[in-house]
């Protein structure tokens, strides 16, 4: 058991060697001594520290080796992953002095504390200034959405960095991010002779759009304002209504029951009442049969909406995609009448008889019965097909 423990222990050793040497090999220095560190906070141990000390050295020669070509270069874009790499070097520094000084099997591991503040910020105010020009330069010479949405990441970065030094870098990004933004208009058009009120064609696609807009999407499903510009129109045909006619369809049942009625006496061969032991007059019930008709009225009615919609690019007049979609709805109504002795009727069959007939819906009224149905199969064809827009 001993043995065993002993391999165990000893594999798992070499597991964890193993992970930090491959990390170490493909240079993900970081990944090294956020482990190492971790290990160290619980327990001291060479091997660690021994890593830790190489990871963290050459991870630093890395980032500042990068640093001066980058600067080197001149290139004013440059800035802000110099910025980037101060701040990387800062945080290293930070994990690595949780655990150090470190002293372990007779070797010191300290470092000497670097202060990367004055370049950070001499990198940050020159990656602002680089952000703000370049973004407004985007913005002023757009010719296209994404020019506007380019200037509008650029100058939000030119935000960032500068902590609001520039005066009008709010309403840079607010009249980057409208320019950027497509607007996407959404009708109904109704092909059919059945003409159906306004506020049912806005039923039709008054449906839920989370999953539709973005950032850079917005779909209007009014023209609330005269002056907007669309960039795309969704146009939801309404191709056919198919609304059946009235149907009824009556069918009978004919119930039988045998109820008392009244009583016969017994008589002797002589026409005599017989009497029992008792003397009391022996009778017989009698029975007699009565009859009812239940007749059950089926009233059904059906409608059938199949349309498609049409995704059209408005800036460029061409049609970009069409997806069809449709539903179906039943009305269905049952009711019931009794002819006869309505107490030859089982119960099941008198509550029928309780269900009185009722009108027809209209033709509109099976269409905005319908709305609830065929709502979600418009979304989706919309949803489905959102690709087109951007």
């Not at 002095?97 to 002293?103: F, G, K, S």
């Not at 006619?245 to 009442?273: C, W």
Request: aromatic share 10%; net charge negative.
């Amino acid at each position: 058991m001993k043995k065993i423990t002993t391999i165990l222990l000893a594999a798992l050793i070499l597991t964890g060697c193993g992970s930090t040497t491959k990390k170490m090999q493909q240079g993900n220095y970081d990944a090294v001594i956020d482990k190492t560190v971790k290990k160290l906070i619980r327990n001291t141990d060479a091997g660690d520290a021994a890593e830790m000390d190489r990871a963290y050295r050459l991870a630093n020669e890395r980032d500042l080796e990068r640093i001066r070509y980058l600067v080197a270069e001149n290139n004013p874009d440059n800035y802000d992953e110099v910025f980037n790499r101060y701040n990387m070097l800062k945080e290293r520094q930070r994990k690595v002095r949780t655990v150090t000084p470190l002293e372990v099997e007779g070797k010191t591991y300290s470092y000497d504390y670097v202060d990367y503040n004055q370049e950070m910020i001499a990198a940050k105010s020159k990656a602002a200034e680089f952000f703000y020009y370049n973004g407004k330069g985007l913005l002023e010479n757009a010719l296209q959405k994404q020019d506007y949405r380019d200037a509008y990441y650029q100058l939000i970065k030119a935000s960032e960095y500068s902590g609001g030094s520039f005066s009008d870098i709010d309403a840079l990004i607010y009249a980057a991010h409208q320019k950027g933004i497509s607007r996407v208009i959404v009708e109904v058009a109704n092909q059919n002779a059945i003409q159906l009120p306004p506020q049912v064609a806005e039923d039709l696609i008054s449906f839920d759009t989370r999953g539709l807009s973005n950032e850079w999407v917005e779909y209007h499903f009014k023209h609330l304002d005269t002056s907007a510009v669309y960039d795309y129109q969704i146009l939801v045909k309404l191709l056919s209504i198919i609304v059946s006619p009235d149907g009824v369809k009556d069918s009978d049942q004919i119930f039988t029951k045998k109820i008392a009625d009244g009583f016969d006496y017994v008589l002797d061969p002589n026409g005599n009442v017989m009497k029992d032991t008792s003397g009391n007059d022996i009778k017989l019930e009698k029975f007699k049969e009565i009859n009812c008709t239940l007749i059950e009225t089926h009233q059904f009615k059906s409608v059938e909406i199949r349309g498609e919609v049409e995704i059209s690019d408005l800036n460029h007049i061409r049609l970009m995609q069409k997806a069809p979609f449709g539903a179906a709805n039943d009305f269905e109504h049952y009711s019931a009448r009794a002819i006869g002795d309505v107490g030859a009727l089982t119960e099941e069959a008198f509550q029928k008889t309780q269900q009185e007939k009722i009108p027809f819906p209209t033709d509109v009224e099976m269409v905005m019965m319908c709305t609830e149905t065929i709502k979600p199969a418009i979304r989706d064809a919309i949803y489905n097909n959102r690709q087109y827009i951007n």
